[in-house]
């Protein structure tokens, strides 16, 4: 099961990137400050890229300073209702999301999607991973799938995300693509990725479903194995870990992450917000949070972002009725 919009969507984006050309950042100040609003806890995806973007940001000198809030809850929509609701005290605020926040407003979990807010860009992808505990007897796609055909039950894997999620989407995904009925999987839902691998490394689930970047430090630290990733080819950041194909799993993923405004963004604004982070892709800064989080460019900026969402948003509807998940 291929998601093609993801393929096309990075070689649009690679036109994309292209197109913003060389602009030069070097220490010329674009924003003043943003304040960043992560919409889970810490040591998730949306907290990785928001800090990570603010690193480069701020140590590029394209903007002054960068604030953090993390605002848990309801998947995501509590920092999304505060965001709508607050719209007017907020131009000064950017919130990261990704995927789930148009698998969330498919499934109704809350009522706004992105629609409602100001789409500033589409920055990155990140591919899926399943990852096992250090100690874990499971080395491979095959030792899981035994184990998951010998006791589904005690084959549980987590995620942070909730039930229909994408970690759950992305794990349904795999087993799916793997022969199984993905709607017989156990899968347990953590709130943000730093609470689910805390349970992979207590034992609580056989593996974990997340994104690669949360997964590939602890991997090289050695505290937990990659026994596979949803990418075409071997990704750099952790070229010992196989991906899906390899192992004879017929499926590929990549999760975007960009950032949203306030509705009613004044232009002048949003402008600013989109300039610095195009200009941010040219600097030694972004390349090196890049490079160690094992991202992939995706730069959609407006309304190039509003097609791509629009366009993942019927792939994943599609995939979700299959799944049976709507």
């Given at each position: 099961?291929?998601?093609?919009?993801?393929?096309r969507?990075?070689?649009a984006?690679?036109?994309a990137v292209?197109m913003t050309?060389?602009a030069?950042?070097?220490g010329?100040?674009v924003v003043d400050?943003?304040?960043?609003?992560i919409?889970?806890?810490?040591?998730?995806?949306w907290?990785?890229?928001?800090?990570?973007?603010?690193?480069a940001?701020?140590?590029?000198?394209l903007v002054?300073?960068a604030?953090?809030?993390?605002?848990s809850?309801?998947?995501?929509?509590?920092a999304i209702?505060?965001?709508i609701?607050?719209?007017?005290?907020n131009?000064?605020?950017?919130?990261v999301?990704s995927?789930?926040i148009v698998?969330?407003?498919?499934?109704?979990v809350f009522?706004?999607?992105f629609r409602?807010?100001?789409l500033?860009?589409?920055?990155?992808?990140d591919y899926?991973?399943?990852?096992?505990?250090?100690?874990s007897?499971?080395?491979?796609?095959?030792d899981?799938?035994a184990a998951?055909?010998a006791d589904p039950?005690a084959?549980a894997?987590g995620?942070g995300?909730?039930p229909?999620g994408m970690?759950?989407?992305?794990a349904?995904m795999v087993m799916e693509a793997?022969?199984?009925d993905?709607?017989?999987?156990?899968?347990?839902?953590?709130?943000?990725?730093g609470?689910?691998m805390?349970a992979?490394?207590?034992?609580?689930?056989?593996a974990l479903?997340?994104?690669?970047?949360?997964?590939?430090?602890?991997?090289?630290?050695?505290?937990?194995?990659?026994?596979?990733?949803t990418s075409?080819?071997?990704v750099?950041?952790?070229?010992?870990?196989?991906?899906?194909?390899?192992q004879?799993?017929?499926?590929t993923f990549?999760?975007w992450?960009?950032?949203?405004?306030?509705?009613?963004?004044?232009?002048?604004k949003?402008?600013?917000?989109q300039d610095?982070l195009?200009?941010?892709?040219d600097?030694?800064?972004?390349?090196?949070?890049r490079?160690r989080?094992?991202?992939?460019n995706i730069?959609n900026?407006?309304?190039?972002?509003l097609?791509?969402?629009?366009a993942?948003?019927n792939?994943?509807?599609?995939?979700?009725?299959?799944?049976?998940?709507?």
């Open positions: 099961m291929k998601f093609e919009f993801t393929r969507a990075l070689i984006a690679a036109a292209a050309g060389g030069q950042a070097g010329h100040q400050s943003i304040h960043f609003l919409p889970g806890g810490a040591g998730g995806g907290d990785g890229t928001a800090r990570g973007t603010g690193e940001l701020t140590g590029a000198g002054g300073s604030s953090y809030e993390n605002m809850g309801g998947g995501g929509g509590k209702g505060y965001l609701e607050n719209a007017d005290s131009h000064g605020t950017l919130m999301n995927t789930p698998i969330r407003s498919l499934t109704g009522p706004h999607n409602d807010l100001t500033v860009a589409g920055t990155i992808g899926a991973a399943l990852v096992v505990g250090k100690d007897p499971i080395n491979s796609m095959d899981l799938i998951y055909d039950n084959t894997i995620g995300s909730v229909g970690d759950h989407l992305v349904a793997a022969g199984k993905a709607l017989n999987v156990k899968y347990i839902p953590y709130d943000a990725g609470k689910a805390a992979l490394l207590s034992g609580e689930i056989a479903s997340t994104g690669f970047s949360e997964a590939v430090d602890l991997a090289n630290a050695g505290e937990v194995k990659i026994i596979g990733v075409d080819e071997r750099p950041a952790a070229p010992d870990a196989m991906t899906m194909m390899e004879g799993i017929d499926t990549v999760n992450r960009g950032f949203f405004a306030a509705p009613g963004l004044p232009q002048d949003l402008a600013m917000y610095a195009a200009k941010m892709y600097t030694p800064e972004w390349e090196e949070v490079a989080n094992g991202w992939v730069h900026n407006g309304d190039e972002f097609k791509f969402l629009e993942q948003e792939s994943m509807g599609e995939l979700m009725k299959k799944l049976g998940f709507l």
